[in-house]
Structures are given as structure tokens and as C-alpha cells.
């Protein structure tokens, strides 16, 4: 199928940036979507930001202006460029794929990584 493995997290003070990083890997055909999504202790999960393989962008409105979502078709990666972080960013952050991988033939996916910490924090 496809898996999605997530690095970039870590502690950082208000202020300061991050870039996380979501890597697709498997038998991919297409990528038609991919999101990141944070999520602290008893919350819902929400969405942070959102791109289309036509590169159509969304973002929460609390990180508008701050962070930068892109993708790198070539290395099927997703970014999440993480500017003038705030202690309320302190979350888990999830990247969420979905598309078409191939197996005896196209099937779709719609695949969640393990999540990566980001801690704003003085």
C-alpha cells in the first residue's frame, strides 16, 4: 500500500521556525491530496493546512500567514514551513495522503503518518 513517515518535529521557542517533513513511499500512482493536521490531549484533530496536486492551498485561519504548505512531486514529499511559532502550535502533527497506488489494479488510498511533536515553549 502506501506508508507516510514524518520528521521534522522538536522543541522550539516562540518565535522560532520549523519545517516538518512527510515522505510517501509504496506502489504510488497518483497523489491527489495531502494535508497536515495537528492534535493536542482531548482535542479533535483539526486541519492546518491542505494542498492539491494542482497546488490549490487552504490553511487555518490560525496559521494564515505563518505557515507555508508545498510538495515536491518528484521525491512524493509534503512540507509544512512553520514560522513566528506560538506555544498554542504545540501539538502532534499528522500529514494525510490520499490517492491511487497500484496493485492488480488502481485502488485508492487515504493513509495517515505516525505524527511528529512540535513543542513551542520559553
Known amino acids: 500500500q502506501v506508508q507516510l513517515v514524518e520528521s521534522g518535529g522538536g522543541l522550539v521557542q516562540p518565535g522560532e521556525s520549523l519545517r516538518l517533513s512527510c515522505a510517501a513511499s509504496?506502489?504510488?500512482?497518483?497523489?491527489?491530496?495531502e494535508g497536515w493536521y495537528r492534535q493536542t490531549p482531548g482535542k479533535e484533530r483539526e486541519l492546518v493546512a491542505h494542498i492539491t496536486s494542482g497546488g490549490t492551498t487552504n490553511y487555518a485561519d490560525s496559521v494564515k500567514g505563518r505557515f507555508t504548505i508545498s510538495r515536491d512531486s518528484g521525491k512524493n514529499t509534503v512540507y509544512l514551513q512553520m514560522n513566528s511559532l506560538k506555544p498554542e502550535d504545540t501539538a502532534v502533527y499528522y500529514c494525510?495522503?490520499?490517492?491511487?497506488?497500484?496493485?492488480?489494479?488502481?485502488?485508492?488510498?487515504?493513509?495517515w503518518g505516525q505524527g511528529t511533536q512540535v513543542t513551542v515553549s520559553s
Open positions: 494525510n495522503a490520499e490517492g491511487q497506488y497500484l496493485d492488480t489494479y488502481y485502488r485508492p488510498y487515504d493513509v
Open positions: 509504496g506502489r504510488i500512482f497518483s497523489i491527489n491530496a
